[in-house]
């Protein structure tokens, strides 16, 4: 019932997010160790098309944030990444507001930077361009990206970028 008031004044559905990730939806295919529920491929195929069926807006920020955010650091990510960077944003934090009354916060949600203006989706094309730092301890990521879902609310991101130019596609990696 709510969809077409969000879409209308093109704000962003914090409880129906909130909801789902008290519901263990906001990390549905994420392993337990990760906070996450530890469900298969079926599970969230038949979550995301009933979410989708109530308000598409909230399938796709529920799909971006599990798919695109969530499960490269899951599948390709560093125990310590992992932690830091999947456990916050699989569940909802709840906690009193005095009267004896849980008041769910926000929890963290996550985004993917691929797309570019001129480039669109194609990561073989990217200009945006990440390098090593003088002393070897950090990235420094360089570029535009542009029609990134979740991107104003978002507290951390997979941005895709450029390392080495000679390797073409090869040569993209994600940060």
């Not at 519901?23 to 491929?41: F, K, P, T, W």
């Not at 969530?70 to 009267?99: M, N, R, V």
């Not at 009354?101 to 996550?110: D, F, L, R």
């Amino acid at each position: 019932p709510n969809a077409g008031k969000w879409d209308k004044e093109h704000t962003f559905p914090t409880d129906a997010i909130n909801k789902l990730a008290e519901l263990g939806l906001m990390g549905i295919n994420v392993s337990s160790e990760n906070n996450g529920s530890e469900l298969d491929a079926l599970a969230y195929a038949i979550a995301m098309e009933e979410i989708s069926r109530g308000c598409a807006s909230v399938g796709v920020i529920m799909s971006a944030h599990n798919s695109l955010y969530l499960y490269p650091i899951d599948a390709f990510g560093t125990p310590a990444q992992k932690e830091k960077w999947i456990a916050p944003y699989t569940t909802a934090c709840q906690t009193g507001d005095g009267d004896g009354t849980m008041v769910n916060h926000n929890n963290k949600i996550g985004c993917f930077g691929l797309s570019e203006p001129g480039n669109g989706s194609d990561a073989g094309a990217a200009s945006t361009t990440a390098t090593l730092s003088d002393d070897g301890t950090e990235w420094i990521l360089n570029g535009t990206k542009a029609w990134i879902t979740n991107a104003y609310e978002a507290s951390a991101a997979i941005v895709f970028a450029t390392t080495d130019k000679k390797m073409k596609h090869k040569g993209i990696s994600a940060f």
